[in-house]
């Protein structure tokens, strides 16, 4: 049974680059969350997806936009890229109407 | 939102020994998970618990929902428990999204 997995593992930008990070959900689960997680700071949630359709918002600027696809996978997109958003991307997934949230291994985004 | 506080934030200890980390919140939540966020920054899930007690080996927890508080027992520590344990909570139901503490750091020493 596959977990959930993310790429790239690790990812180089310079400020003002856009990037796009990609989530496949663990097999059955229908719904995914992408948090963002600085050095030394817990995740904060970005986002979720289901039905194709973004649920739920964090308080991200729009510059942190997603996507869904119809096989529930899902692309997380940064646009004009700061330095500030350097961190360590989160993508989690669950089956609707349940609790319990399974995270991947991350992306790990450094901007220069 | 809802506020969620760890302590203790660092935590060092001999292998074998005993601990107990706690995880406070502020308002009553309809999730509340517990995590292990290894060195490479995986989280990996250790309980679903909002209320309760739950033992999986060495490890057990206990939420007291009407006091906002949950807690994380790791008897025996090993070397390999060594990591950022976090505590996450959602007032929600349908585990719409997660509000993460800023974590406990164990260090176990052999």
């Known amino acids: 049974d596959a977990g959930v997995t993310q790429s790239p593992t690790h990812l180089i930008k310079t400020r003002g680059q856009q990037v796009t990070l990609r989530c496949s959900p663990k097999s059955g689960h229908d719904t995914v969350s992408w948090y963002q997680q600085a050095l030394g700071q817990g995740p904060q949630f970005i986002f979720q997806?289901?039905?194709?359709?973004?649920?739920q918002r964090g308080n991200f600027p729009d510059r942190f936009s997603g996507h869904q696809f119809p096989n529930y996978s899902s692309e997380l997109n940064v646009n004009a890229l700061l330095l500030g958003d350097s961190a360590l991307y989160l993508c989690?997934?669950?089956?609707?109407?349940?609790?319990?949230?399974?995270f991947g291994p991350g992306t790990r985004l450094t901007v220069l | 939102g809802i506020q969620v506080e760890q302590s203790p934030p660092d935590l060092i200890l001999q292998e074998g020994a005993n601990s107990t980390l706690r995880c406070n919140f502020s308002?009553?939540?309809?999730?509340l998970q517990w995590f292990h966020q290894n060195p490479w920054g995986q989280l990996i899930n250790l309980f679903y618990?909002?209320?309760g007690t739950k033992q999986n080996g060495r490890l057990s927890a206990t939420t007291v929902a009407t006091e906002r508080y949950s807690l994380l027992y790791i008897s025996s520590s090993q070397t390999t428990d060594s990591g950022v344990y976090f505590c996450a909570v959602d007032p929600e139901t349908s585990g719409s999204r997660l509000t993460f503490g800023e974590g406990t750091q164990l260090t176990v020493n052999p």
């Open positions: 618990i909002p209320s």
């Open positions: 997806y289901y039905e194709e359709e973004e649920r």
């Open positions: 989690a997934s669950s089956l609707a109407g349940a609790d319990t949230q399974y």
């Open positions: 308002d009553s939540v309809n999730n």
